[in-house]
């Protein structure tokens, strides 16, 4: 049996132990897996308590069952849920009553929202929204990804195809027509402005700057800086809590340290790097390499210094700012900050200066994401394939001055494009990399 043809189940729920865990299954042999072990299937889509035994009679747990035929159900095949007690030997139990039927086996992660997706429950763009909300870290995000899942840009991509189709319609058509006279050119006039305003369309969603993505990855912040001047502190003020070992001594840190900070709303991880400074020591040597790298690759860098560093050696195109640490000694040098950087003054260690240094983080923020409520693009796979459908939007107008038959091609790419989008086209290949990322009963 192909394993699409085969009954799956996981537990949908939280880590056990719980008070309650959700074991959903889904195939053509949840209704024989209920009857088994519950007796008979309850009334559809209504709660019913029974008493769960195993394939030899012997009692599982007190559960609440649920069954939902299929294809009004979350997968589009029959779906069954048992409401068990979410002790550990409870879920043994029951997973091993599952597992002793045929034809059942346990789910492989994103498998329920696949068999969703080519049941056409939901297309790629809800699925992706879908696996964003799971994942979102803060409020922000999760608006965002319940936006996508709401079908926010797979409603759009669906009507810009149907427009696409359409036009292609009216270029066909005077193809068809060719020996009439002027019905050609009264078919691909009003056809090719139906292609310039959805090119003009498309174009404004991709102008957005990569917001929708920017909040899904979140901003990195780098604390970069001499040894022994207060990194680790700082990032232990930020987290409020004890994350970096903090000691006298010069090149504690070796290593990167990250911890992610939900910043009004916005991703933001902040990064504990090695001191930067010349050094024989080979361990501490690789962690100054790893903090370089890291400080190039984030969004905004935090060079920190206290009063006896007065210069900022950090020299990159990524925004800098610096902080001078350690006011609470006295030894910080006043400055309005140096080759145009912007400069706090900060006690990591009481903690002056450092909610004038979080809203200052809460501000960059804002203008980094930018206004993301209305943004369509979540995903650089989502852009690149807008990219396609305008390119071929506009080779369409470009070429249709020398045959309607190259104009219609390139609507056909831009369609084609727009299902690959949707994931209803030609996306074998990328499904797996998808849906492997979902947590196992989802």
């Known amino acids: 049996m192909h394993p699409r043809d085969q009954t799956i189940f996981a537990l949908s729920s939280g880590r056990p132990p719980s008070a309650i865990a959700i074991v959903r ?29 195993d394939l030899n009679r012997q009692p599982i747990d007190d559960a609440v069952v649920l069954w939902f035929p ?55 763009t809800e699925a992706e929204g879908l696996d964003d909300l799971i994942h979102a870290d803060t409020d922000r995000q999760r608006r965002q990804a319940l936006r996508q899942l709401k079908g926010l840009l797979g409603d759009r991509a669906r009507d810009w195809r149907e427009r696409i189709i ?21 078919l691909i006039t009003p056809a090719l402005a139906k292609i310039e305003s959805l ?16 909040l899904r990855d979140g901003l990195v912040v780098a604390i970069a800086g001499p040894p022994n001047v207060g990194k680790s502190t700082l990032i232990n003020q930020l987290a409020r809590r004890e994350v970096a070992i903090v000691s006298p001594h010069a090149g504690t840190t070796r290593d990167v340290i990250e911890v992610q900070l939900d910043l009004d709303g916005y991703p933001v991880t902040v990064i504990d790097t090695a001191g930067i400074r010349e050094t024989d020591d080979p361990v501490e040597q ?12 984030a969004d905004l860098v935090l060079w920190l210094a206290d009063g006896i560093d007065r210069k900022v050696r950090y020299d990159s195109a990524t925004p800098t700012w610096l902080v001078r640490n350690k006011i609470d000694l006295g030894t910080v040098l006043a400055g309005s900050g140096e080759g145009g950087h912007p400069e706090f003054r900060v006690s990591a260690a009481r903690g002056d200066g450092i909610p004038e240094l979080i ?5 960059f923020a804002h203008d980094y994401f930018g206004t993301s409520e209305g943004g369509l693009i979540s995903r650089t796979r989502q852009r690149v394939l807008l990219q396609a459908t305008v390119e071929a939007l506009r080779g369409s107008i470009d070429v249709a001055g ?13 369609a084609y494009a727009l299902g690959r989008l949707l994931g209803r086209v030609d996306v ?7 849906f492997r990322e979902f947590c196992i009963g989802k």
């Open 359 to 363: 809203a200052a983080l809460v501000s």
């Open 70 to 124: 299929g294809p009004a159900s979350a997968t589009g095949e029959d779906v069954a849920e048992f409401h068990v007690h979410g002790g550990r030997a409870v879920l043994a139990a029951v997973f091993a009553a599952l597992a002793a039927f045929a034809n059942v086996r346990p789910a492989e992660p994103g498998e329920f929202t696949r068999r969703a997706f080519e049941n056409g429950k939901l297309d790629l």
């Open 199 to 214: 090119r003009d369309e498309i174009q404004t969603v991709l102008s957005a700057q990569g917001q929708g993505e920017r």
């Open 166 to 186: 359409a036009a292609s319609a009216l270029i066909e058509a005077g193809i068809d027509f060719s020996d009439e006279g002027d019905v050609s050119a009264e």
């Open 286 to 297: 690789e962690g100054v390499r790893r903090a370089r790298a890291r400080a190039a690759e």
């Open 25 to 53: 299954l889904s195939g053509p042999m949840a209704e024989s897996v209920i009857e088994g072990l519950a007796g008979k299937a309850p009334t559809p889509r209504m709660a019913t308590r029974v008493l769960l035994r």
């Open 402 to 414: 020398q045959g309607e038959e190259l104009a219609a091609e390139e609507l056909r790419r831009a």
């Open 428 to 434: 074998e290949d990328i499904l797996d990399v998808i």
